[in-house]
């Protein structure tokens, strides 16, 4: 698998286009920002864990893992397919993805997606340009699933940024009152109803704060982790699981129509 890396200054990034334009590695002055597990990263049979992946056409689990009578499989298919070189330099590469028979059996629209990665000074940003090709209007719920270097034995002194009072707890499958996070317990998955804004960040002790800003469009975020493991990961959706089906905040394209997002992660 080819892999690009991305410098510019104290900041190191690598972005593996084959694995879903997946940024595999983020450090800022040799500080490891993003949690890998490169067994996932060789193995194309398994979802990377670890690094940003990309999710899109949907973000979460759909019911029934199926969209408009077609499967679905959590998280889209964007992360599982390869992505094409459109343009790079020392700081920064452009990964595209258009429509194919792949894709159109799953998700029945014509699209082009274009991913600027880049690195600046202590930050790694995602400019995403989504294209509509198409004669009808079509749906946009995409997220990133950023897994980040925490070690398991630091988990009770970490910290992440919300202003949620709900969420849904996707461990016991209801909807719960939000008080904080407890992150001693052997599975954190919440689904934060009222995050309140479209930026967090993540503290822990003697590292740097780790700063995660989207733009306004990434308003529901969800925090995950699980024992024994040296992630956690602070995830900015568009919309909620399910959106594709419910409507529940999904954006739209207009035939002929694009749009555009950007995602940026520093190391305060």
Request: charged share 25%; glycine share 8%; proline share 7%.
């Amino acid at each position: 698998m080819e892999c690009i890396e991305l410098a510019d200054g104290v900041a190191r990034a690598e972005v593996v286009p084959e694995r879903g334009a997946i940024v595999s590695r983020f450090d800022v002055g040799g500080t490891p920002i993003l949690y890998l597990d490169r067994t996932t990263l060789a193995d194309p049979t398994k979802n990377v864990r670890g690094g940003v992946p990309f999710l899109f056409p949907t973000a979460g689990r759909l019911e029934g893992d199926r969209y408009q009578g077609r499967e679905m499989k959590q998280h889209g298919f964007a992360r599982n397919l390869p992505f094409a070189v459109e343009g790079r330099d020392a700081r920064s590469v452009t990964l595209a993805l258009a429509a194919s028979d792949e894709t159109r059996a799953r998700f029945p629209f014509e699209f082009r997606i274009e991913l600027t990665i880049s690195v600046s000074g202590r930050e790694l940003r995602i400019a995403q340009r989504y294209q509509n090709l198409g004669a009808e209007p079509m749906p946009l719920h995409v997220g990133f699933h950023p897994y980040f270097f925490v070690p398991d034995a630091e988990k009770p002194r970490v910290s992440v940024a919300t202003h949620a009072t709900r969420a849904f707890d996707n461990v016991q499958k209801r909807d719960v009152p939000f008080a904080g996070f407890d992150f001693t317990r052997p599975e954190v998955d919440l689904h934060l109803d009222d995050h309140g804004g479209s930026a967090s960040s993540l503290r822990r002790p003697g590292a740097p704060t780790v700063e995660i800003e989207g733009s306004a469009e990434f308003g529901h975020w969800v925090i995950w982790t699980i024992a024994g493991k040296d992630f956690l990961c602070v995830e900015p959706w568009t919309a909620p699981r399910n959106a594709l089906n419910s409507g529940e905040q999904l954006l739209w394209i207009a035939p002929a129509g694009e749009r555009s997002l950007t995602l940026a992660i520093r190391a305060a």
